[in-house]
């Protein structure tokens, strides 16, 4: 069998943040490496340095020290310029607010992505329709934002995010807004999307249980990586706890 390649390599990662006289160590050193079309979960509670991980690896914010390597390429070595351009190519966000524009409709908003990569309008459409079918929504493409539910709203901003079909994703608390009901139906949504595009997703979360849904989960503690298990070896612990 073929050696899946490796698509995120961190190494002596570290960011420390100065605050007045004292210093945060808000990533201590962490090292880790994610294969294409892996799905990995980073949990940790609040303060432990997810967010920090992820915007270091989307090239949001410099890192204080060591490497990031995505798609073969050095995301601390970049200027900003290079930065967005490699986003624009390589990346895609869910967020935990959906950040859609109140005055376009479902369908304009997951089109919105594509206008920046010069498709023309027809093909666009066509597209975004598609991916609100794919996440249920088939029904609410004229509604607006104002005129859905939370988790329907969510689920235009994940179409938004996939619909440019990146080939890294990154997540934050995706589900943040949603009850867990609707979280666990948008996280299988998320799950089995990203495995049929084989897109490498990396989402933080302070959710036990919906780490549970990913392939392998990093467990952060204090900036620091503390363990990596399989999706099975982790329910196996949750199911002892
Ligand atoms: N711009 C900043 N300046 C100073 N300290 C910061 C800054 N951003 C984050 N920190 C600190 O770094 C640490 C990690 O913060 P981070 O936002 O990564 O946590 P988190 O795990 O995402 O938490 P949450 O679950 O609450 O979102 C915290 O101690 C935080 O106070
Ligand atoms: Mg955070």
């Given at each position: ?59 949001l914010e ?71 079918e794919l ?6 493409k004229k ?99």
């Amino acid at each position: 069998m073929e050696e899946k390649q490796t698509v995120i390599r961190v190494k002596n990662l570290y960011k420390i943040y100065r605050v007045g006289e004292n210093k945060v160590r808000a990533l201590n050193g962490v090292d880790f490496e994610i294969k294409k079309g892996e799905f990995c979960a980073i949990v940790g509670t609040s303060g432990s340095g997810k967010s920090t991980l992820l915007n270091m690896l989307a090239g949001l914010e410099k890192p204080t020290k060591g490497e990031i390597i995505i798609a073969g390429e050095h995301m601390e070595q970049k200027n900003e310029n290079q930065l967005v351009k490699f986003r624009r190519e390589h990346i895609g966000f869910i967020f935990q607010s959906f950040n859609l524009l109140a005055t376009m409709n479902a369908l304009e908003n997951v089109a919105l992505p594509l206008t920046f990569q010069g498709m023309d309008k027809q093909k666009r459409l066509k597209r975004a329709d598609k991916m609100l079918e794919l996440v249920g929504l088939g029904k609410h493409k004229k509604h607006r934002p104002s005129q859905m539910s939370g988790g329907q709203q969510q689920r235009v901003g994940i179409a938004r995010a996939l619909v440019v079909r990146p080939e890294i994703i990154f997540a934050d608390e995706p589900t943040g807004n949603l009850d867990s009901n609707t979280s666990r139906e948008v996280m299988e949504l998320i799950q089995t999307i990203v495995h049929e595009q084989n897109q490498t997703l990396v989402m933080v979360t302070h959710d036990d249980h919906l780490a549970g849904f990913a392939d392998r989960i990093f467990r952060i503690i204090d900036g620091k990586i503390i363990s990596i298990q399989t999706r099975e070896e982790y329910q196996n612990e949750q199911n002892k706890a």
